[in-house]
């Protein structure tokens, strides 16, 4: 899945680099390597690898914008304090979602996708399973995190209906960023450091407590990218990354994505969605067809698990939701 989006930045890189013209090769030497740290519409701030993290504004080059959050680029400077990104590095994998119309890009070069929940208010188990198939999807570590613990009249509850993840192998972590701030963190900072964490979730569940928990001077920076977005009304609009402490000793990183109702995987193939559900994968080789769709087929392995008890109903509704989202035709 992310072959195309590497493509895509490659012939990006192509128009007016090597073998373009005598003067490509001065222009090549003239590119920086930067991070991208910030992300809204077309509009980016990258840290340029100069040992100091300087921050700049920068554009892509052309009318699209294939560039995420984490994305390693080559740029070129175009003022003071402004670049054009004219290459895009290949990526290890990309995070994204997407409904029929459009694909919206969270994150690249991650190492694991963390699930923010909260017993208050309650939170969609559909959006739930839909992080866990995409993070699968890409072969992404999730992390699920079960906040605001130490209100406990829906702790129980919470815990009932995560019961099944537990069960299918997933970690779950409970914490109270509010109620227990220390062992949060001391939960927290091995799970994370020496990684790329995106923070995913509803709105509602915590992330930014947690993210001020874990980022010293969180504010601060999140004032300063707003500023070099120009985008100060739109600071809770735009996915940013920000650096583990120093002192943590071991490099890290959290990018904070906007809270969001929807996760659509629209991009996703039956292929990749069946082999998205670890449930799913010892029953695929059972079925009596090689191209079974799982869902009404005779002699079907996945089927069979659901009537026995194996797979759970509602893991299998899901599955043929996204089956049936990954079906329409996909305009962009």
Not at 3 to 16: D, E, M, S, Y
Not at 73 to 80: D, G, N, P, T, Y
Not at 92 to 115: E, G, M, P, T, Y
Request: charged share 25%; hydrophobic share 35%.
């Amino acid at each position: 899945m992310n072959r195309p989006a590497r493509q895509r930045g490659g012939a990006a890189a192509g128009r007016g680099v090597p073998g373009a013209s005598p003067g490509a090769s001065t222009r090549e030497s003239k590119r920086d390597t930067a991070l991208i740290v910030a992300a809204h519409g077309r509009h980016y701030v990258i840290e340029l690898d100069d040992g100091e993290r300087t921050r700049m504004h920068a554009f892509p080059r052309g009318k699209k914008s294939e560039c995420a959050v984490g994305d390693r680029v080559r740029v070129e400077r175009a003022a003071a304090d402004q670049c054009v990104i004219v290459e895009v590095e290949p990526r290890r994998n990309l995070l994204h979602r997407s409904d029929q119309f459009k694909s919206k890009l969270l994150a690249a070069n991650i190492d694991q996708v963390a699930i923010v929940l909260a017993t208050e208010p309650s939170f969609s188990e559909d959006l739930l399973g839909r992080a866990l198939v995409s993070a699968e999807a890409l072969e992404i570590a999730p992390l699920i995190l079960l906040n605001k613990t130490d209100l406990t009249e829906r702790l129980e509850e919470a815990r009932r209906r995560l019961t099944l993840y537990r069960q299918l192998g997933y970690r779950t972590v409970e914490l109270s960023v509010h109620g227990n701030p220390e062992d949060a963190l001391a939960q927290l900072r091995p799970l994370t450091a020496g990684r790329a964490t995106i923070l995913i979730g509803q709105s509602g569940m915590g992330k930014s407590s947690l993210l001020n928990l874990l980022i010293p001077g969180v504010e601060a920076q999140t004032r300063e990218i707003s500023a070099k977005l120009d985008s100060g009304k739109h600071t809770t609009t735009f996915t940013r990354l920000y650096h583990l402490p120093d002192d943590w000793g071991q490099g890290g990183s959290l990018i904070d994505s906007p809270g969001f109702q929807e996760f659509g995987l629209h991009h996703l193939s039956e292929g990749m969605l069946e082999r998205a559900f670890p449930e799913f994968r010892p029953r695929l080789t059972e079925c009596r067809f090689y191209n079974c769709h799982h869902i009404n087929e005779p002699g079907c392995g996945v089927l069979a698990s659901v009537d026995a008890g194996g797979i759970a109903p509602r893991r299998h509704q899901l599955y043929l939701q996204l089956l049936h989202e990954s079906r329409q035709q996909k305009p962009w």
